[in-house]
């Protein structure tokens, strides 16, 4: 039978297939969906949500020791997080085998950085692999525990979110029952004191020759002959791009096994070729290689390495042409830029922030990132996850020692807050900043599509289980200060500032309600009480003056002629931000 899937929902069907005993991720796109779609499989699979990418590689290589089929999904920053464990695992190996999963996003569609993660197997020394098409990414989920397992190695599996979210066609086959293999305990293998680390770097270069013959051998990298004018070199979605471009008016040698490469095949092949091309998407990690090893090839002195590759691009690089595109009047394309939704908690907690004078405020990685975007205009810096916190602490270090009247105010979102922010806070506490920070607990993992993680009382299966206090959290972490409001009510939240302010000490704001796009879970049932509906704006009583607008809601428009502003009853959600801000009470609430 076949299946129309995408990427990664071929990843969890080749996981399963694969006998995989255990799973584990922090959501990020292009890679969510993996752990989404392994969870369908719980009499099998063990799979969880992590509070961080560390965490969950960790957690998976320690299933990995016992002697489980495992994996860890993230997107490409989270192995940032992860390199930690991902480095020690190159050196300890693997018991049951364990693929490690990095979605790159090139074209950055939600991240902070393009980075080409295929550098970390190079530098982590570890086997790679790269599908092209969801076939390939089950395919190699199986070959890769088979790999790693038979070299004793972590493999990296690195797609990219083309691969992850487009679909083509995927034969699915059954679940290999695969025994967990017996734990032994092995301290020269898994105790990386550095006696044990320093045998084990030998042992991981003997590694890197047995997988380099392994690469030249494998079909993973194959040769597929055509018109030998032109051999091109490609790995990934690029190679599909490439197909696209020459079909067969060049030859291919197809890399799916990247790390380490084939270079014995690379330079058969290049030898029968005229002209070598190397199409690879952002780096160019095989093409330096490939020159390194003295065979004269193209590839990024004409292909950008910026931005998402597509096939106009590699046409147009290597052959100098222009595909015809159809031409429309771009004046009627509306510039939609992203925006918190109406009704956004965010957006009433940033409308109110805003309006601080000397104050820093440093932003993390959700979607309340956007409060930095006009009108609100409520943010100065967004580094990684956890990084409000910390930034926000070094700032205030500084602005302490030169007398500066500053404040900064931290806000990082309640998943994140798990992330990586409650090691910030502690720091805080322990180095003595007046830092505010405010916790944007919308109740879920909003900007990845809805996540569970520790705060929701929820596991990635939905089964109830122990909801992290993040008040509670705060104040073991050594915070006196701690308060929780709720953002749509902006007396509430302008006297909560106004509290946190007037401190010399270190406070925390929670700023609590789920997200306007959330489906309410039991535990928000009880505890909010939710009532959408609808508000609009009296026309005879608006005076113009815009501020409902400046909220930035995308559900209120503003009539220039009429130089009156009306709400979109199609958004609304009610929320009454814009009913609480207007000057002359022209909104008011009108039902569901
Ligand atoms: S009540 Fe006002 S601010 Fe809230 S969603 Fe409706 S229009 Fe937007
Ligand atoms: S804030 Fe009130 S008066 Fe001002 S534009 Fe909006 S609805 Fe009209």
Request: proline share 5%.
């Amino acid at each position: 039978m076949r299946k129309l899937l995408t990427g990664n929902e071929a990843i969890a069907l080749g996981a399963y297939e694969a006998g995989i005993h255990y799973a584990a991720a922090y959501p990020g796109t292009p890679s969510t969906e993996i752990l989404e779609n392994l969870a369908k499989y719980k009499e099998e699979i063990i799979a969880e949500w992590a509070p961080n990418e560390k965490v969950a590689v960790e957690s998976a290589l320690g299933a990995s020791i016992y002697g489980a089929r495992s994996l860890a999904a993230m997107k490409h920053v989270g192995l940032n997080v992860a390199a930690d464990p991902f480095f020690s695992s190159g050196y300890t190996g693997v018991n049951g085998g364990l693929v490690l999963i990095t979605a790159d996003d090139p074209g950055l569609h939600s991240s902070q950085n393009e980075q080409d993660n295929r550098y970390y197997a190079k530098f982590g020394k570890v086997a790679m692999v790269e599908p092209s098409d969801s076939q390939e990414a089950k395919n190699m989920v199986k070959i890769a525990m088979e790999i790693s397992e038979k070299f004793d190695t972590p493999v990296l599996m690195r797609l990219t979110t083309r691969v992850c979210h487009s679909k083509s066609l995927v034969e699915v086959g059954e679940r290999e029952e695969v025994p967990i293999r017996p734990y032994k305990k092995n301290l020269g293998k898994y105790y990386l004191a550095p006696a044990v680390a320093k045998q084990l770097h030998v042992k991981v270069e003997e590694r890197l020759k047995k997988l380099e013959e392994f690469s030249n051998e494998t079909d993973l990298n194959y040769v597929e002959w055509n018109d030998k004018k032109i051999g091109i070199i490609s790995s990934g979605i690029a190679f599909q791009y490439a197909k696209e471009v020459f079909k067969d008016k060049a030859s291919y040698l197809k890399l799916g096994f990247t790390n380490p490469l084939p270079m014995d095949k690379i330079k058969k092949f290049a030898e029968e070729v005229e002209t070598l091309y190397v199409v690879e998407e952002l780096e160019p990690f095989i093409e330096e290689q490939v020159k390194a090893a003295g065979i004269d090839c193209i590839g990024k002195d004409k292909i950008p390495n910026v931005w998402e590759l597509n096939p106009e691009i590699v046409e147009k690089s290597l052959l100098g042409k222009e595909r015809e595109v159809i031409e429309y009047d771009k004046s009627i394309v509306v510039n939609r830029p992203p925006t918190l939704c109406a009704g956004c908690p965010h957006r009433a907690f940033f409308y109110e922030l805003s309006k601080r004078k000397d104050t820093i405020i440093t932003g993390d990685i959700g979607c309340y990132t956007l409060g930095g975007a006009e009108p609100l205009n409520a943010m100065d810096t967004t580094i990684c996850m956890g990084a409000s916190i910390s930034a926000g602490h070094g700032m205030e270090r500084l602005i302490d020692g030169y007398d500066d009247n500053k404040r900064v105010v931290s806000v990082i979102g309640d998943s994140t807050f798990f992330h990586s922010g409650m090691t910030s806070l502690l720091d805080v506490v322990y180095n003595k900043s007046n830092t505010i920070t405010c916790v944007l607990d919308n109740r879920i993992t909003a900007m990845t599509g809805h996540q569970d993680h520790p705060g929701t009382g929820y596991t990635l299966q939905g089964e109830p289980t122990k909801m992290a206090n993040i008040a509670e959290i705060a104040k073991a972490l050594g915070i006196e200060h701690v308060k929780t409001v709720n953002p749509l009510e902006l007396k509430e939240l302008k006297a909560a500032f106004d509290w946190a302010y007037s401190l010399d000490e270190p406070s925390v704001i929670i700023s609590r309600w789920p997200c306007a796009l959330k489906r309410l879970s039991e535990y928000d049932k009880k505890e909010f009480d939710y009532k959408p509906g609808k508000c609009e704006v009296d026309q005879e009583k608006c005076i113009g003056c815009k501020i409902c607008v400046n909220t930035g809601c995308p559900a209120i428009y503003f009539d220039k002629e009429a130089k009156k502003s009306s709400i979109n009853a199609a958004q609304c959600v009610g929320c009454e931000l814009c009913m609480q801000v207007c000057p002359v009470k022209a909104i008011s609430e009108v039902g569901e």
